[in-house]
Nanobody, 116 residues
C-alpha cells in the first residue's frame, strides 16, 4: 500500500519562503505523476503544481514563477518550493500521486498559513 507523508508546513510571513516535502513509501510504485493540491478556507480544492514521470511540470497561473516542484527519485520524495508567498497561498496542501494505472493516492494534508 502506497503512503504519502507531507512535511514542512507551518506559518510564514508574506514574501517569505517555505518548502513542502512529500515522501512516498510502501513499496515499489510506478509513478505517472505526483503533485500538490491546496484547499483554501471556503474554497474548492485546486491543483497547484504537478510533475510527470517525464519531468514535465505544471503550475496553476497564480503560482507561476514563485513555486517550483521537483522530484528526488533516489529518495522517492517530491518537493514544492514556495517563494514570495502571498496571503492567498494559505490553505491545506495535500500531496496526490497517480500510479501507472492512474490510481490516485492522497496524503493527509498539511497546513500552510501566510501571515501579513
Amino acid at each position: 500500500q502506497v503512503h504519502l507523508v507531507e512535511s514542512g508546513g507551518g506559518l510564514v510571513e508574506a514574501g517569505g519562503s517555505m518548502r513542502l516535502s512529500c515522501g512516498v513509501s510502501g513499496g515499489t510504485v510506478n509513478i505517472n505523476s505526483i503533485g500538490w493540491h491546496r484547499q483554501a478556507p471556503g474554497k474548492e480544492r485546486e491543483l497547484v503544481a504537478s510533475i510527470k514521470n517525464s519531468g514535465e511540470a505544471y503550475y496553476i497561473d497564480s503560482v507561476q514563477g514563485r513555486f517550483t516542484i521537483s522530484r528526488d527519485n533516489g529518495e522517492n520524495t517530491v518537493y514544492l518550493q514556495m517563494n514570495n508567498m502571498k496571503l492567498e497561498d494559505t490553505g491545506v496542501y495535500t500531496c496526490l500521486l497517480f500510479d501507472h494505472f492512474l490510481t490516485p493516492f492522497w496524503g493527509q494534508g498539511i497546513q500552510v498559513t501566510v501571515s501579513s
